[in-house]
């Protein structure tokens, strides 16, 4: 839907897609919702490079982190799109199912919006994951963008 910014779901886990999308669906969510299943597929994604080179120029209204990731982990996923200043504004929610403090303290020293743990119960999952659409989808006012996007080389 033209103007809706996408929703970005890093998440390997089949099962945690589909939840995610049925509780996202239940809501009537607009927004498109890309689905990258490692972590270097999300930064191609995020800088626009291999198959999402001819991507709209857009941020993301949220990034749906998972910490546990193939290829880069969402450590450092979170890293790269923190501290770099093009990026660094765009939202980025860890959503996972680690309750390590080390992670928690990892995460917000690296920039995350908020840490969120998957809940175990279906009906408390689907319920966390419709709540984080809505805020990060409707209610966030996010800052304008202002340019300097990085290339696709």
């Not at 939840?19 to 990258?36: G, M, P």
């Not at 450590?75 to 996972?96: N, S």
Request: aromatic share 8%.
């Amino acid at each position: 839907m033209a103007g809706l910014k996408p929703i970005l779901l890093v998440e390997d886990n089949p099962n945690d897609i589909e939840l995610t999308l049925a509780a996202f669906e239940s809501c009537q969510l607009a927004n498109e919702i890309i689905i990258c299943r490692d972590g270097a597929e999300a930064l191609d994604f995020i800088y626009r490079r291999g198959p999402h080179a001819g991507r709209q120029v857009q941020d993301p209204a949220v990034v749906l982190l998972d910490l546990k990731l193939p290829k880069v982990d969402g450590l450092e996923v979170l890293a790269q799109i923190k501290g770099d200043p093009v990026t660094r504004a765009v939202p980025v929610v860890m959503l996972t199912s680690s309750r390590e403090e080390t992670d928690v303290v990892r995460s917000y020293n690296l920039g995350v919006n908020a840490f969120v743990v998957k809940p175990v119960a279906f009906d408390e999952f689907f319920a966390a994951i419709r709540e984080l659409g809505v805020f990060w989808a409707l209610l966030n006012e996010p800052p304008p963008h202002t340019g300097g996007w990085p290339s696709n080389t």
